[in-house]
């Protein structure tokens, strides 16, 4: 009786490579802005980031540096206080930190493993002081957020 050649197969699957944040927040809405009260306005934006890299990063970015950077503004006029921003990861707790004022660039997340799926709340607030004058109006500002990675 004849024995049988072992044979061993290399099964095997590649994963490309992909980051992606997606997020149904075209607006975030803190205000309406009460003058004379000193009070703190905040809201959320929910994201869904997927990373197959070793190591990626979430930022918060504002891009017009000319226009009082990291502050809310209409028109000329802008508040005097600059808006804070911070997030937090649903799937990776402990991640996130305290609010931060925005500069051209604020680090909210750092992820040290692959993931997907992952529900991430970012955080808004902005504070109004009793004295700071308002013009009525809306004050905005286009936050850019961006998933990225050195590590891929």
Known sequence: VGEGVPQSPIVEGTVPFTQTLATTCSHVVLGPFVPGKAQSYH???????????????????????TN?????VQGSYFLPSP??????DAEHLGLGGALAPLTS???????ATPFSTDG????F???IGSKDALHTGPYAKTITLTLSTTTP
């Open 105 to 111: 660039q604020v680090s909210l997340l750092t992820f």
């Open 68 to 72: 009082h950077e990291g502050h809310l």
């Open 43 to 65: 809201n959320t934006c929910l994201l869904e980031a997927t990373s197959t890299a070793a190591a990626s990063k979430l930022v918060a970015e504002d891009n017009e540096t």
């Open 83 to 88: 808006l804070e921003v911070n997030a937090t």
């Open 120 to 123: 991430v709340t970012v955080t």
């Open 125 to 127: 607030s902005q504070a």
